[in-house]
C-alpha cells in the first residue's frame, strides 16, 4: 500500500510546535510495533527496540519492512500448521 505523502504546512508546524504532535498509527508491522504519523505536520515516528517513540530514518525503513515480511512470513507458517485461513495483519 503506498501512502500518499503530502508537504506539511506551515499552520501544521506551528500548530505542532505550541501544543505538540498528534500521532496517529499509519502502519501496523507486528502487534508491538508500529509506524505513526502526525496528523498535522507529517512527520513520521516508529517505536524502536525498547519501545519509545523514534524518528522516522532510512534504516528503521529498512528494519520495519524486513520485520513486517518475516512477521507475516509467521503468520502464514502458523496458519498452515493450524489448518485455518490465513491470518493477516492489517493497516
Not at 10 to 27: A, D, E, W
Not at 50 to 75: C, D, F, W
Request: charged share 20%; glycine share 4%.
Amino acid at each position: 500500500m503506498n501512502l500518499v505523502q503530502t508537504k506539511p504546512t506551515k499552520k501544521g508546524k506551528l500548530y505542532c510546535s505550541i501544543f505538540g504532535h498528534n500521532f496517529q498509527v499509519s502502519k501496523q508491522i507486528t502487534y508491538h510495533v508500529n509506524e505513526y504519523q502526525c496528523s498535522h505536520c507529517k512527520k513520521e515516528m516508529t517505536t524502536d527496540s525498547t519501545g519509545q517513540l523514534t524518528a522516522m530514518t532510512p534504516k528503521y525503513k529498512e528494519i520495519n519492512s524486513v520485520l513486517e515480511r518475516i512477521h507475516q512470513n509467521k503468520l502464514v507458517r502458523y496458519a498452515k500448521q493450524q489448518n485455518t485461513k490465513v491470518l493477516k495483519m492489517t493497516s
